[in-house]
């Protein structure tokens, strides 16, 4: 074959036949048997969860222990108050 015209020579011929670990076809399509991958994969899919599932529910459970934490401490000045006045008998 000559060189320029589109078409594999010589040596990189010889490599592609016997198919050498390394060489491989110029491609942009995915290929799952590459590790990095499948870690990038899993990686995205674990933050695409919790940007989903955990941050909604943080958020949640932060509001609903100031609410809790509010009402306590309105409990706690209401007895004050009621401390502080005289008994009534």
């Given at each position: 074959m000559?060189?320029?015209?589109?078409?594999?020579?010589?040596e990189s011929r010889i490599l592609f036949a016997f198919e050498?670990?390394?060489?491989?076809?110029?491609g942009y399509g995915p290929n799952?048997?590459?590790?990095?991958?499948?870690?990038?994969?899993l990686m995205t899919g674990?933050?695409?969860?919790?940007?989903?599932?955990?941050?909604?529910?943080?958020?949640f459970l932060t509001a609903t222990a100031r609410s809790r934490r509010?009402?306590?401490?309105?409990?706690?000045?209401?007895?004050r108050d009621e401390l502080g006045q005289p008994l009534e008998s």
């Open positions: 000559i060189p320029g015209e589109g078409g594999i020579s010589g050498v670990p390394g060489i491989q076809q110029a799952m048997h590459d590790s990095g991958t499948l870690f990038f994969l674990l933050a695409g969860t919790m940007a989903l599932v955990y941050f909604p529910l943080r958020l509010l009402r306590l401490l309105q409990r706690i000045r209401r007895l």
